[in-house]
């Protein structure tokens, strides 16, 4: 059963969530082309959740550093 989350990252399996697919998709393609980019929101507004579903997408083709401690 998924519940909400308003501490730490969400997780699918676990949370409701909004579909952040088309934002991973853009910043992979800036990562891809070797461009920076800046995640910059108030609270609670899934940054970290943006960051950890980047680093899980991207694993494969880079290194990445992943400091999301799981549950």
Not at 17 to 24: G, H, K, L, R
Not at 45 to 51: A, R, S
Not at 57 to 67: N, P, Q, W
Request: net charge positive; aromatic share 12%.
């Amino acid at each position: 059963m998924r519940e909400f989350n308003d501490n730490g990252p969400c997780f699918k399996q676990w949370h409701f969530m909004a579909d952040i697919s088309e934002q991973v998709g853009e910043i992979t393609e800036l990562v891809d082309r070797g461009k920076y980019f800046v995640i910059s929101k108030p609270r609670r507004y899934g940054k970290t959740t943006t960051l950890h579903v980047l680093a899980q997408t991207m694993k494969d083709r880079y290194v990445c550093l992943d400091v999301v401690k799981l549950p």
